[in-house]
C-alpha cells in the first residue's frame, strides 16, 4: 500500500497563492504517477494536474493551465502544487493521489488513481 498525507491547505483572498504538499510513504516504488484532484461541496470529484514520477511528463485541466504548477521530488517521495492567481471557484478540499498505471494512463480520470490521502480544505476568498 502507499500512504499519502497532503498538507498546506488553507485560507486566501482571491489572487493569492498557496503550495500543497503530498508525501508518499510504503510501497512507492509501485506508484508510476501522482495526480491533485478535487472536490467542492455538492460537485464531482475533478481532475487538477498530474505527474509521472519517471520522465516528469505533466498533465493539467484546462481551468488551472497558466496558473497551477505541479513538481516533485523524487528523493522525497513528495510532489507539490503551486497555485497561483487563485479564484473563488478554486475552492475546494484537494486530494493527493496515487497511480499504479494502466494500460490507458488515462491521469485525467479519478478511476486511474489506487491510494488516496485524506484531502487538504482550500478556500479561496473574493
Known amino acids: 500500500q502507499v500512504q499519502l498525507a497532503e498538507s498546506g491547505g488553507g485560507s486566501v483572498q482571491a489572487g493569492g497563492s498557496l503550495r500543497l504538499s503530498c508525501a508518499a510513504s510504503g510501497r512507492t516504488f509501485s506508484s508510476a504517477a501522482m495526480g491533485w484532484l478535487r472536490q467542492a461541496p455538492g460537485k464531482e470529484r475533478e481532475f487538477v494536474a498530474a505527474i509521472r514520477w519517471r520522465g516528469g511528463n505533466t498533465y493539467y485541466a484546462d481551468s488551472v493551465k497558466g496558473r497551477f504548477t505541479i513538481s516533485k521530488d523524487n528523493a522525497k517521495n513528495t510532489v507539490y502544487l503551486q497555485m497561483n492567481s487563485l479564484k473563488p471557484e478554486d475552492t475546494a478540499v484537494y486530494y493527493c493521489?496515487?497511480?499504479?498505471?494502466?494500460?490507458?494512463?488515462?491521469?485525467?480520470?479519478?478511476?486511474?488513481?489506487?491510494?488516496w490521502g485524506q484531502g487538504t480544505q482550500v478556500t479561496v476568498s473574493s
Open positions: 493521489a496515487s497511480s499504479e498505471g494502466s494500460p490507458s494512463g488515462n491521469y485525467y480520470s479519478h478511476m486511474e488513481y489506487n491510494y
